[in-house]
T-cell receptor
Framework: EAGVVQSPRYKIIEKKQPVAFWCNPI?????LYWYRQNLGQGPELLIRYENEEAVDDSQLPKDRFSAERLKGVDSTLKIQPAELGDSAVYLC??????????FGPGTRLTVL | GENVEQHPSTLSVQEGDSAVIKCTYS??????FPWYKQELGKGPQLIIDIRSNVGEKKDQRIAVTLNKTAKHFSLHITETQPEDSAVYFC???????????FGTGTKLQVIP
């Protein structure tokens, strides 16, 4: 069984540029999470989807971050415009009916 | 909201020795405590978890203990092996994986 797939694995951009990350969860997993992990810290939840509905986006900086999961399968997280402080690893995770949470390898974003 | 503190931030042990990582949490409503292992370039992977109705849980060389009164929980790894070297995160939640708050991580190095 394939795990959670994320792309790209690495991204380097100039500040004020837009960037997008893509996640394909494990097949059949209805819940999808986006986390941000700063260097030397634990992951912090940005947004959680139940199927195609964003049920918890309280920690998502909505002035510059947006996300979508149009068909309840894969998801895209976007930052526009990026700031220096957005440099981090962006992790995607998925679960099925509240069972074990599986994480993808993450996208390491560097904003110059 | 929940606050999880984790100690130590780094830990070096000789192969075959035991390693102990300690965490405290602030929200008395938290009832689920997962532990994750994160290897370089990978996402966190669940290694063991414990619920608030249980004081201790063991899985081969790994054990977790929970003291609800003191609001602290610990991870114990016995007979450490070089492949145990990684960053370990504790976490706490009052709603399964929906609201997981991570600690700051412990970098474990097992010296052959």
């Amino acid at each position: 069984e394939a795990g959670v797939v994320q792309s790209p694995r690495y991204k380097i951009i100039e500040k004020k540029q837009p960037v997008a990350f893509w996640c394909n969860p494990i097949s059949g997993h209805n819940t999808l999470y986006w986390y941000r992990q700063n260097l030397g810290q634990g992951p912090e939840l940005l947004i959680r989807y139940e199927n195609e509905e964003a049920v918890d986006d309280s920690q998502l900086p909505k002035d510059r971050f947006s996300a979508e999961r149009l068909k309840g399968v894969d998801s895209t997280l976007k930052i526009q415009p990026a700031e220096l402080g957005d440099s981090a690893v962006y992790l995607c995770a998925s679960t099925y009916r509240g069972n074990e949470q599986f994480f993808g390898p993450g996208t390491r974003l560097t904003v110059l | 909201g929940e606050n999880v503190e984790q100690h130590p931030s780094t830990l070096s042990v000789q192969e075959g020795d035991s390693a102990v990582i300690k965490c405290t949490y602030s929200d008395s409503a938290s009832n689920y405590f997962p532990w994750y292992k994160q290897e370089l370039g990978k996402g966190p992977q669940l290694i063991i978890d414990i619920r608030s109705n249980v004081g201790e849980k063991k899985d081969q060389r790994i054990a977790v203990t929970l003291n609800k009164t003191a609001k602290h929980f610990s991870l114990h790894i016995t007979e450490t092996q070089p492949e145990d070297s990684a960053v370990y995160f504790c976490a706490a939640s009052n709603g399964g994986y929906q609201k997981v708050t991570f600690g700051t991580g412990t970098k474990l190095q097992v010296i052959p």
